[in-house]
C-alpha cells in the first residue's frame, strides 16, 4: 500500500511538472506569434521537447529510441535562447558551450542506447561497464553547467542592473525568478552522484529519496519559470501599486539597458 501511494505521488509530481512546461511553451508559442520575438522560439522547444521526452518514456518501452534522441536537445536549445536573448549582439562563450554540449551530448547518446544507462539503473551493470556509467553523470553534470547555470546566472545580472532603475517591478521579478529558478536548479545535478549505481530501481531505497528531491527541485523549477512568464495580473498589479505606469510593454534586454544607461547618465549630468 505504501509503494503504491509513493507511485501515485511520483507520478502527480511528473504531471505537474509536464502540465506547467506545456503551459508555458503553449503561452510563449503565442507570444512569438504577436510579438514576432523569435529569440524565445528555443525556449518554447526546450519546454516541449522536456515534457514530451517524459511522456514517451512512459507510454511504451518502443518509444525508447525517440526518449534518448530527445534527452539530447534541451540543454542545446536553452544554450542557443541565451545566445539569442542576452547575447545577439555581443561577445560570449556561445560556440565554446555549444560545440562542448554537442560532442558530450552525441557520446551521451551512444552510451545510452549501447548500455542503457540510466540514473538509477534498471539493471546491474558490470563493473567494466562503469566508466560508461560515471560518463553518464559527467554529461548530465557539464549539460547543467553550461545551459542552467549560464543563463542563471546570466539573468541574475540583468536582475542586478535593472533593479534601481525606473522599470516596472514585475518585469525585475521576472528575471529573479528565471535567475535563481535556473540558478538553484543547477544544483540538483549533483544528487544524481549519490545514488548508487548498484541499487536498481526508482522507487528502491535510497534512489526514492533522492529520486523525490531531485523531483521538488524540478517542480519548483518549473514553477518559477511557470510565474516568470504567465505571471498572473493579480500579481503584477500588486507588484505595480506603487509604479506609475504609463504604458504596459514587454521590453527587450537591450532596451532594458539602454533605459539604465539613460538614468545613470542623467544621474550623473
Not at 542592473?161 to 535556473?182: A, D, M, Q, T, V
Not at 507588484?239 to 550623473?268: A, G, T
Amino acid at each position: 500500500m505504501l509503494i503504491q501511494i509513493i507511485v501515485v505521488i511520483n507520478y502527480s509530481l511528473q504531471g505537474v511538472w509536464i502540465v506547467l512546461q506545456l503551459i508555458v511553451a503553449t503561452f510563449l508559442s503565442i507570444k512569438v506569434i504577436k510579438t514576432k520575438r523569435y529569440n524565445i522560439i528555443p525556449l518554447i522547444l526546450f519546454f516541449f521537447i522536456s515534457s514530451l521526452r517524459i511522456i514517451s518514456f512512459f507510454m511504451s518501452p518502443s518509444f525508447l529510441i525517440i526518449f534518448l534522441i530527445m534527452v539530447q536537445f534541451p540543454n542545446i536549445l536553452l544554450v542557443i535562447f541565451t545566445k539569442l536573448t542576452f547575447f545577439k549582439h555581443k561577445k560570449s562563450p556561445f560556440k565554446v558551450f555549444l560545440i562542448i554540449l554537442i560532442i558530450v551530448r552525441f557520446f551521451d547518446f551512444i552510451i545510452r542506447i549501447n548500455f542503457q544507462i540510466s540514473i538509477p539503473m534498471t539493471y546491474y551493470l558490470e563493473e567494466s561497464n562503469l566508466i560508461f556509467y560515471y560518463y553518464i553523470l559527467f554529461s548530465i553534470t557539464i549539460s547543467f553547467l553550461l545551459s542552467h547555470l549560464w543563463l542563471g546566472i546570466t539573468a541574475l545580472r540583468y536582475y542586478k542592473i535593472i533593479k534601481s532603475s525606473n522599470i516596472e517591478p514585475w518585469i525585475k521579478l521576472r528575471y529573479g525568478l528565471i535567475g535563481w529558478g535556473s540558478f538553484i536548479y543547477t544544483f540538483s545535478i549533483f544528487l544524481y552522484y549519490l545514488i548508487p549505481y548498484d541499487i536498481i530501481g526508482l522507487f528502491a531505497f535510497p534512489n526514492i529519496v533522492y529520486g523525490y528531491i531531485i523531483l521538488g527541485f524540478t517542480v519548483c523549477y518549473s514553477l518559477s519559470m511557470y510565474f516568470a512568464w504567465i505571471m498572473p495580473k493579480c500579481l503584477k498589479n500588486r507588484l505595480n501599486k506603487d509604479f506609475q505606469v504609463i504604458e504596459e510593454k514587454e521590453y527587450e534586454e537591450d532596451e532594458l539597458l539602454e533605459i539604465v544607461k539613460k538614468e545613470l547618465s542623467e544621474r550623473n549630468s
